[in-house]
């Protein structure tokens, strides 16, 4: 099972993603790639980077998407409606939760080799926890 992170910036997609590794604890973490800004560096959300990181990840079972925020949930959305040579593997799901609290949920229980479903229950309960 894979991961991949869509953030508006290529910093904050690569710094969550070292820290949901760190926390994974012992053992080998899951496969987790990063769709961070514009192709060009810049702030933003890019589907051609989201496409390569899904494709990265994929090991056919399953792969769970964490975005930042609005357009970057929007880009991946057109690419799971879009078919043919842009189509992203049918088993590709995004996690509507916390971008830091779900990286690391999602992260840490694919990691023990969990499948989507129970993934995407991580991240549900990662979005519920409360703090307070």
């Known amino acids: 099972m894979g991961?991949?992170?869509?953030?508006?910036s290529r910093e904050v997609a690569?710094?969550?993603?070292?820290?949901?590794?760190a926390l994974v604890g012992t053992g080998d973490p899951a496969p987790i790639g990063t769709a961070g800004g514009?192709?060009?560096?810049?702030?933003g959300t890019s589907s051609a980077l989201v496409e390569a990181a899904v494709k990265q990840v994929d090991n056919g079972r399953g792969v769970v998407v964490l975005c930042d925020m609005g357009s970057a949930v929007l880009t991946v959305k057109a690419l799971l409606a879009e078919s043919g040579a842009h189509a992203l593997p049918s088993e590709v799901r995004i996690a509507d939760a916390p971008f830091v609290e779900g990286a690391v949920a999602v992260l840490v229980t694919a990691s023990t080799?969990?499948?989507?479903?129970?993934?995407?229950?991580?991240?549900?309960?990662?979005?519920?926890?409360?703090?307070?």
Do not use: C, F
């Not at 514009?38 to 702030?43: H, I, K, T």
């Not at 499948?115 to 703090?131: L, P």
């Open 3 to 8: 991961v991949v992170l869509v953030a508006h």
């Open 14 to 21: 690569a710094a969550t993603a070292d820290l949901a590794r």
């Open 38 to 43: 514009r192709e060009d560096g810049g702030v």
């Open 113 to 132: 080799g969990a499948d989507i479903d129970v993934v995407m229950t991580a991240a549900d309960d990662a979005r519920a926890y409360r703090k307070i």
